[in-house]
C-alpha cells in the first residue's frame, strides 16, 4: 500500500498486518523508502510487513531497519539458509510458497526451523496478487504445525468457504486484488464488510 488517505482509512478497520511491497517489478511498488506521512498513520498493533522477492541480503537488512518494518514476508525462492540467517538476527518470517495441483508440502519441511508462519498463494507467472485462487482442499494434504496465511484470489463471497476450512494451523487471510480499486489502493467499504463477516 502506498496511498496516505486510503491507509489511513484501513487503518480504522484495524487489520492485525499492513504489507508494502518492496519488490520493484510489482505493480504495488512502495519505493524504496515508506514515507514519514504514511509511517506515522499505523499504530504499533499493526505490524508492518515488507514484502521482497529474491532481495540481497544485505539490501533486505538496511530496508528492515531504515522502514522500522515488524516482519519480512519472502516471495521469491528464497532458500532455507536465507530463512536462518534472519532467525538468528531475530526478524520475524513468513515464506511464500506458490501452490497447484502438483505441490508437494515436503517442499516446506526444511524451512520450518527457521520461519514463523508461511503463505499459500497461488502458483502463477506473477509473483502473486494474479487474482487467482487454488484448490482449498489442498490443503488437507499440510500436515505441518506451522501456522499459515491463506493467499490467492479472495474474494468477498469466500467468508462462508472460507469459515468452512477446518485446517488447525489456518492462522489469518491474506487479502489483495480481490478488494483493491486499483494496484495498491484497497476497496474500504468491501474490505470493511469482508472483515466484519469474517470475524462474526
Not at 489502493?185 to 474490505?191: A, W
Request: glycine share 6%.
Amino acid at each position: 500500500m502506498r496511498n496516505q488517505s486510503n491507509i489511513e482509512e484501513l487503518v480504522k478497520l484495524k487489520p492485525d498486518y499492513i504489507g508494502f511491497i518492496f519488490y520493484p517489478k510489482s505493480k504495488r511498488f512502495i519505493g524504496e523508502k515508506i514515507p514519514d506521512e504514511i509511517q506515522s498513520l499505523i499504530p504499533v498493533y499493526i505490524q508492518k510487513v515488507g514484502v521482497f522477492v529474491d532481495e540481497p541480503f544485505n539490501n533486505l537488512l538496511e530496508k528492515f531497519k531504515s522502514n522500522k518494518l515488524d516482519m519480512i514476508q519472502l516471495h521469491g525462492s528464497e532458500l532455507p539458509d536465507y530463512c536462518e540467517r534472519l532467525r538468528k538476527l531475530d526478524i520475524p518470517v513468513i515464506k511464500v510458497f506458490s501452490i497447484d495441483a502438483e505441490f508437494d508440502f515436503e517442499t516446506v519441511k526444511p524451512y520450518n526451523p527457521f520461519c514463523d508462519f508461511y503463505l499459500f498463494d497461488t502458483a502463477s507467472e506473477l509473483r502473486g496478487g494474479s487474482g487467482l485462487k487454488f484448490d482449498w482442499k489442498k490443503l488437507d494434504q499440510y500436515k505441518d504445525e506451522k501456522p499459515f496465511f491463506l493467499s490467492g484470489g479472495i474474494q468477498s463471497s469466500d467468508v462462508e468457504n472460507i469459515k468452512d476450512i477446518t485446517h488447525n494451523e489456518l492462522y489469518a487471510i491474506d487479502v489483495n486484488s480481490g478488494f483493491e480499486i486499483e494496484p495498491g489502493v484497497k476497496d474500504i467499504p468491501k474490505l470493511k464488510s469482508f472483515i466484519e463477516e469474517l470475524r462474526k
